[in-house]
């Protein structure tokens, strides 16, 4: 027991050391965003309040919480440390639903405001800023966010479940994790909006309606449709959502606006549709995938063995 007690308090000793350490290291670079950017352009007022509120949302109260976890770390007081710090996990879920808008109005004041433009090229060109531009600093809290959860799970892991700190531990592990959670779910929206959205484009003419609220987009790829008829196989991209697939044939290479675009064949609602390998389980090249709608049957094939089998579970667990 001794024994264990000992290896717990080593590796928990290490891993408070290097949560300190990286907590140092994201404080300077935060403090090269509030100092050099927030502070300068609140007096010297080159954005308006509005833009400037939007671009950097709620990055000094994030910069303050970690300035009190680093000077509770520092001394060794742990779990007053997180819990303060858990107290302001809120404000890194804020970060994340703003950080979409936040790119988008510094992009627009880059374009629009002169003066804003050469003040970030000044700025970024200091020494401590080492080559890094404000694109590539915004991003950090959400990063850190992350290693949070693992350093705070490491930490847990290692203390006895008899000290008082580990009730405190288990609430800030349960407390980061909620939060992380709460930011991947704004970043699979934001990422499946941006998917719906390119397709969207990418099919000629408005008729095919992709942006639907409640649809989420899982694969796209080319097949081969087998036609009952003996005709020749035809080539389609397919485009697989949760609740349609559709089938997009390439538009004339020639065609004077959409050369580059698909032209909607046709969607299949996925409610009442049934899939069945027919031999793609086989270990020969490629497969064939069953798919039975109400009023109609489509055969669809790949000659790559992998490629078949994805679209049969991504397919699957769509319908399911």
């Given at each position: 027991?001794?024994?264990?007690?000992?290896?717990?308090?080593?590796?928990?000793?290490?891993?408070?050391?290097?949560l300190l350490e990286t907590e140092h290291k994201y404080l300077e670079q935060l403090d090269l965003v509030v100092t050099y950017f927030v502070?300068?352009?609140?007096?010297?007022?080159?954005?308006?309040?509005?833009?400037?509120e939007t671009i950097f949302g709620p990055l000094e109260s994030i910069y303050s919480a970690?300035?009190?976890?680093?000077?509770?770390?520092e001394r060794g007081n742990l779990g007053p440390g997180l819990e303060s710090f858990c107290q302001n996990l809120d404000l890194y879920g804020h970060y994340a639903e703003n950080l979409e808008q936040a790119n988008k109005t510094l992009?627009?004041?880059?374009?629009?405001?002169?003066?804003?433009?050469?003040?970030?090229?000044l700025q970024e060109s200091r020494p401590q800023f080492q080559g890094r531009e404000l694109e590539d600093l915004l991003p950090l809290p959400l990063q850190r966010l992350h290693q949070y959860k693992h350093f705070f799970r490491d930490l847990l892991e290692n203390t006895s479940p008899d000290s008082a700190e580990h009730l405190k531990l288990a609430k800030a592990v349960k407390s980061v994790?909620?939060?992380?959670q709460w930011v991947q779910g704004i970043t699979e929206k934001r990422e499946n909006s941006f998917q719906?959205?390119?397709v969207q484009k990418l099919l000629k003419g408005q008729k095919t309606q992709v942006l639907t609220p409640g649809r989420w987009y899982i694969r796209e790829g080319w097949l081969l449709v087998v036609p009952s008829k003996g005709e020749e196989l035809k080539r389609r991209m397919f485009f697989l959502f949760s609740d349609i697939l559709?089938?997009?044939?390439?538009?004339?290479?020639?065609?004077?606006?959409?050369?580059?675009?698909?032209?909607?064949?046709?969607?299949?609602?996925?409610?009442?549709c049934t899939v069945d390998k027919v031999f793609g389980h086989t270990r020969s090249q490629g497969g064939l995938l069953s798919l039975s709608f109400p009023h109609k049957a489509l055969l669809l094939m790949s000659s790559d063995q992998k490629d078949i089998n994805d679209w049969y579970r991504s397919l699957t667990a769509a319908i399911r």
């Open positions: 027991v001794e024994d264990q007690r000992a290896r717990w308090e080593r590796k928990r000793s290490r891993t408070a050391k290097e502070t300068i352009l609140k007096a010297k007022g080159t954005l308006k309040p509005a833009a400037l970690s300035h009190v976890l680093s000077f509770h770390l992009k627009e004041q880059l374009r629009k405001n002169k003066s804003f433009r050469r003040f970030k090229k994790s909620e939060t992380s719906l959205l390119r559709i089938a997009a044939k390439p538009c004339h290479p020639l065609h004077p606006l959409n050369s580059h675009k698909l032209a909607c064949r046709a969607v299949y609602p996925l409610h009442q």
